[in-house]
């Protein structure tokens, strides 16, 4: 007997324009931009808040003096103070992953912020206490040298670093020069972020580093497979075969998001790969792999159970997304009733769904034993879907 749901293309046609792959570069492609080209790109029209501030400023007569601007010097230890009442406590792990072997580069090391008194030898440190504390704790084990010499651990305290200083006749600039240089004035590093710098090291500058060489691969097969990573703030990040989940992605070994990529493609490629594909998909392909489950993905048997899986959710969900929001409803539903108070699903809901109505539908292939699962007391999951959905059973 066939299989009762039948996989049926997208006939409808999608417009989009095509996105903007800042990573399909190859060595010795660089993009850079002068000041005069950075400053005709904030400049656009459509940069509407840096109009008006500069629009305010015009009208109101106000400039700013570059005689304020913060200072440079380098500061010996001895005169660097670490108030609690504006840092963090200092975090020792934290200290100890930044320290860690391989990891340590002097090059690396950012300017202490601080904040200066009138009439006080001392500065307060508002930004880099961990990296201050690092240096100096080298400084103190003998670890550091100058001018190709050792320094003398004895003379950890005249060791110098590099600090940027605001004169200030009030600890409250500090306080709040804190708040801002860890708030409102860092923009967040995405997932994207570190996943960009990551492939272009190993694409532009050969890194052999293995979490580059890692994040290129997972570039490549998206790449190959007509799908492109974004930052979620992308202007093009809803637009079909683009995928913002990094994290995710990052978090998948290179087969399985293979597998996810070549499913997208074949059967979802009208649509944004939503995060949902990455529990569902991801999900199917470690539950099928795994030693318990052994089962053999390179067969046709197993070709046309992905090809029936993929016209299930489908059918009764229209998409990934919207399996997703009903497994969310029904499994809050039978938390209720199994174990008295409701709970959110885990990743395998969703997959176990799918592999419930398939049996359902008379698949004939083998599925793993979560198909099993989030059934107890009498109840399953699967009895809790809407009756909408339900209606669309056999």
Known sequence: MAYLYKWVKNKQKIKSTPVDNKLARTKGNFKVKNVTQLVDELNDIQNAGWHANI????????????????????????LLLSDEDIQRLLDGGHCGNISTPGVFD??????????????????????????????????????LKIGGKVIDPKDWLNVKVDV????????????????????????????????????????????????????????????????????????????????????GMNGMSADAWKFMCENHEKYWSSEKMDNAEFGLFGGLYDHCTSKKANINIKTKAFAEFVRDFN????????????????????????????????????????LSIVLKI?????????????????????HDVIDFLSDEIKAKLP
């Open 55 to 78: 629009a305010h400023y015009v009208a109101n007569n106000i400039y700013f003096d570059l005689d304020k601007k913060p200072k440079h010097a380098e500061i010996e230890l001895r």
């Open 106 to 143: 002097e090059r690396r090391l950012n300017p202490i912020f601080a904040v200066k008194l009138p009439g006080d030898k001392h500065y307060h440190v508002t930004d880099g206490q961990h990296t201050l504390a690092v240096i100096a704790g080298m400084a103190r084990a003998g670890l």
């Open 164 to 247: 940027m200083y605001v004169e200030s006749k009030s600890l409250s600039f500090a306080r709040k020069h804190f708040l801002y240089i860890n708030g409102k004035g860092k923009k967040p590093i995405e997932d994207y972020d570190t996943h960009a710098v990551n492939t272009l090291c190993v694409r532009l500058d050969n890194d052999t580093d293995p979490e580059a060489i890692k994040a290129e691969e997972l570039q490549s097969i998206a790449e190959e497979h007509n799908i492109t990573p974004l930052s979620k703030t992308h202007p093009q990040a809803e637009e079909p075969n683009t995928v913002t989940h990094i994290s």
């Open 311 to 350: 016209a299930t959710v489908k059918a009764v969900f229209v998409n990934p997304n919207g399996l997703k929001e009903a497994a969310t409803d029904a499994y809050k539903k039978y938390s209720l009733e199994t174990i008295k108070y409701e709970k959110s699903p885990d990743k395998t809901v969703a």
């Open 358 to 378: 398939y049996k359902m539908a008379d698949g004939k292939h083998v599925v793993p034993g979560v198909a099993s699962s989030h059934a107890q007391d009498g």
